[in-house]
């Protein structure tokens, strides 16, 4: 096993990770009733983190949405309690909102990942490891301490590195243009990684029974939500086990997640975007409160995520902002050795895949 | 001609990546040998422009004259395009002066610190670049050998 190998310096991490155990109180066990006995993370563990989050590895601004955990100090004890009093909620105000295609908000056009926004974010480089420790119980804070170490000593490898989709929510976090085509009945989001969709039913649907959920997980779980007014609430269920990024927790396929988009006014915010590079428009920002529930969480996490509209007004903009088609297994040249080195084809030696004559050889037999 | 409007914003994105490593961001950057820089001049030969990653190809003259086919990765189309590199940013025939972190096991390819075309036109982190010259230019053309592929990484440029 590799793990001997790292035995010390694991070892070391877990120290950290035993430490943290004898305070844990678990919160989303108890769950919401048990609000009035549970201490919240931010109370245990005072010096971890931001005062945003204990995790969080700096302070992150936001128009509209809120850094706050919903449902209470602890939170809500799940997905659907927390769906269902968002539902209520809108209910108390006469809603679910019943859009036509003329009153559903405008969120056309091409969109980029805000990186500073909060703490899922690309590389998992928002997040402290030690306060992403803390929100988990004994034997995933364990197994994340261990995977950590092998990340950091280059012994981890990333599963999109397969050319594998990324697992949801890290849906939300990976680079490249994204799109929302909102109709009445359904909202298809886009994110350009190898190509990903998210549907998500509006129509007052519930989840798929038991006997058609993918016991396995899908790549972007199920979706389903409801409009109150401008804002688009969505719950999801049924992800794959994954990991929520390169050097961030495992999740579990039981994971849930609650969210909750909003195109916000962004007059007089003074908030400064990260969007590596990208041509942005700085009056255009979706926020969106992402709430995940986790059995292997002691308490709900719960941050903000955003994305900026790119600027397409130039005959220039609209040429390099052209989206296309996003094929993995082409572009990538890493690969395994039988020895398990992790390395990269040099000239000439990735098989020409997409070259016609390469396809039809009279030495290729199917058996 | 090359239009390159963004360095400024390129050498942010590469002084962000060279920390958080986004541009590798599709796999580790563990193969790479980042405590080594590798300085080559050669002719490209094919530019790929690919998700999750493009690859710049050139053939570099070595000192005895022979060539080696080098490969470069660089990032995705979809962070290329924010910063106004195009699919025909590099064209086969330019003679470029490329920056690379070798493989660690000394196979010519290696990521794309930074690079410079012959019209002066930048990429990436250029400190130490500096671009192919006439003679440069006009050996370019006039070398075919290639040499085994085992002892590029010894024939190479090393810097630093």
């Known amino acids: 096993m590799n793990y001997l190998k790292h035995g010390a310096s694991i070892g070391a991490v877990l120290v950290f990770a035993a430490l943290i155990s004898v305070t844990a109180t678990t919160a989303q066990e108890a769950g919401a009733d048990a609000s009035e006995a549970c201490v919240p993370l931010k109370e245990q563990h005072p010096d971890l983190g931001t005062s945003q989050s204990i995790s969080a590895k700096m302070e992150f601004k936001t128009v509209w949405g809120s850094f706050e955990l919903p449902g209470g100090p602890c939170g809500y004890a799940s997905a659907e309690e927390h769906y269902n009093a968002l539902l209520e909620q809108a209910r108390a105000n006469g809603g679910p909102t019943e859009h036509t295609l003329e009153t559903l908000p405008d969120w056309s056009g091409s969109w980029g990942t805000d990186n500073s926004t909060g703490e899922i974010a690309i590389v998992g480089r928002n997040s402290t490891r030690e306060g992403m420790a803390a929100r988990l119980k004994p034997e995933a804070r364990e197994v994340f301490m261990r995977d950590s170490q092998l990340w950091l000593d280059d012994h981890a490898i990333d599963p999109i590195s397969f050319c594998l989709q990324p697992n949801f929510p890290r849906w939300f976090t990976e680079y490249g243009y994204r799109e929302q085509f909102l109709t009445p009945e359904r909202s298809v989001f886009y994110s350009q990684m190898v190509n990903q969709l998210r549907h998500i039913y509006t129509d007052g649907r519930p989840h798929p029974s038991e006997e058609w959920m993918n016991p396995d997980g899908e790549w972007l779980g199920y979706s389903i939500g409801f409009w109150d007014e401008d804002v688009l609430t969505i719950w999801t269920k049924g992800v794959k086990e994954g990991i929520l990024q390169r050097n961030m927790p495992r999740q579990s396929n039981q994971m849930e997640t609650i969210e909750r988009w909003k195109l916000v006014d962004m007059e007089g915010s003074g908030i400064e975007p990260n969007t590596l590079g990208a041509d942005y428009d700085p009056n255009a920002r979706l926020e969106i409160e992402l709430t995940m529930y986790d059995p292997s969480f002691i308490e709900p996490w719960h941050t903000v995520v955003a994305y900026y509209k790119e600027v397409e007004e130039t005959p220039e903009d609209k040429e390099q902002n052209w989206i296309t088609s996003w094929d993995c297994v082409e572009g990538s040249n890493w690969y395994i050795t039988e020895a398990g080195v992790i390395s990269q084809y040099a000239p000439g030696e990735k098989p020409p895949i997409t070259d016609p004559d390469y396809w039809f050889n009279e030495n290729y037999t199917h058996q | ?160």
């Open chain 2, 1 to 160: 001609m090359k239009t390159f409007t963004k360095l400024i914003a390129i050498g942010a994105i590469a002084l962000t990546t060279s920390v958080a490593g986004p541009v590798l961001a599709h796999h580790s950057a563990a193969m790479f040998d980042d405590e080594q820089e590798v300085i080559l001049t050669g002719t490209v030969t094919r530019f790929d422009y690919l998700n999750p990653h493009s690859w710049l190809y050139i053939e570099a003259v070595n000192e005895d004259g022979t060539t080696t086919a080098w490969g470069f990765e660089t990032a995705a189309p979809t962070r290329l395009q924010r910063i106004g590199v195009g699919p025909r940013f590099w064209e086969p025939g330019d003679v470029v002066t490329v920056k690379t972190h070798p493989l660690r096991d000394g196979r010519p390819a290696g990521d794309l610190v930074g690079a410079i075309h012959a019209d002066g036109t930048e990429y990436g982190e250029v400190e130490g670049l500096t671009a192919p010259s006439e003679d440069d230019v006009a050996d370019a053309g006039s070398t075919t050998e290639e040499a085994a592929p085992d002892g590029a990484g010894e024939e190479a440029e090393l810097a630093n």
